[in-house]
């Protein structure tokens, strides 16, 4: 089961990661772009993803795993159960969504 704390590890070991405050709880950004968030649950990640038909080919996939509420219908961001993934896989989740946001060049250097 992946913990707050093993999410806080993997998203600030991504390139220019910071951390900082939304809405009350934690979140990860890169370049003043957010790529993470950490529920008010506590055990809830919002990521966002490439598209919303990527996000229903998720929830799909892994109900257990992915979700989404009301507030983010017709947005392309999923909701990731921490008790669902693993480290691995959340690491995965993460570099995604980083990839998604960070400027293209820091996004190739980091794939090169």
Do not use: C, N, Q
Not at 52 to 65: N, R, S, T, Y
Not at 94 to 107: I, N
């Amino acid at each position: 089961m992946v913990t707050e704390d093993d999410v806080r590890r993997l998203a600030l070991a991504l390139p220019e990661t910071v951390e900082k405050t939304m809405y009350g709880t934690p979140a990860f950004y890169v370049r003043g772009k957010w790529f993470a968030r950490v529920r008010e649950e506590g055990d809830v990640l919002v990521l966002p993803v490439g598209s919303e038909e990527e996000k229903a080919g998720l929830i799909a996939a892994e109900p257990a795993a992915f979700f989404t509420t009301p507030h983010y219908d017709g947005s392309a961001a999923v909701l990731v159960r921490f008790g669902a993934v693993d480290a691995g896989e959340m690491g995965e989740l993460l570099a995604d969504a980083w990839r998604l946001r960070a400027p293209r060049r820091l996004a190739v250097g980091f794939d090169a």
